[in-house]
């Protein structure tokens, strides 16, 4: 059974940076769509960021430009760095998995995400 266990959540303040790690179980997810979800009290889960199994990044327009993913393969983590960040930021993150397009990221619907982390509070202050 493949798990993903984040870490790396804090508070910053607004302006800081954080660096979120995904530790991934089992190597087969390599060939599986990896992301970051983000969910704020009162709001929906929303979709970061996408990577495809061949490397493949898409990023949403609200973080473009200030996130980045990566993923050391040695390591089998998936990393989410954080920059520039704002309040709005604020929110529980999770690291996701998905199987169901094989290696392509062609939904931003958490509902085709079929493994997934406990999650890693991000609390940025203004």
């Known amino acids: 059974q493949v798990t993903l266990v984040e870490s790396g959540g804090g508070s910053v303040q607004a302006g800081g940076s954080l660096r979120l790690s995904c530790a991934v179980s089992?190597?087969?997810?390599?060939?599986?769509?990896m992301a970051w979800f983000r969910q704020a009290p009162g709001k929906e889960r929303e979709g970061v960021g996408l990577?495809?199994?061949?490397?493949?990044?898409i990023y949403a327009g609200s973080v473009k430009g200030r996130f980045t993913i990566s993923k050391d393969n040695a390591k089998d983590t998936l990393y989410l760095q954080m920059n520039s960040l704002k309040p709005e930021d604020t929110a529980m993150y999770y690291c996701?998995?998905?199987?169901?397009?094989?290696?392509?990221?062609?939904?931003?619907?958490?509902?085709?995400?079929?493994?997934w982390g406990q999650g890693t509070q991000v609390t940025i202050s203004s």
């Open positions: 990577m495809y199994s061949d490397g493949t990044i």
């Open positions: 996701a998995a998905s199987w169901r397009y094989g290696g392509r990221c062609l939904s931003w619907g958490s509902a085709d995400f079929g493994i």
């Open positions: 089992d190597r087969t997810t390599r060939n599986y769509c």
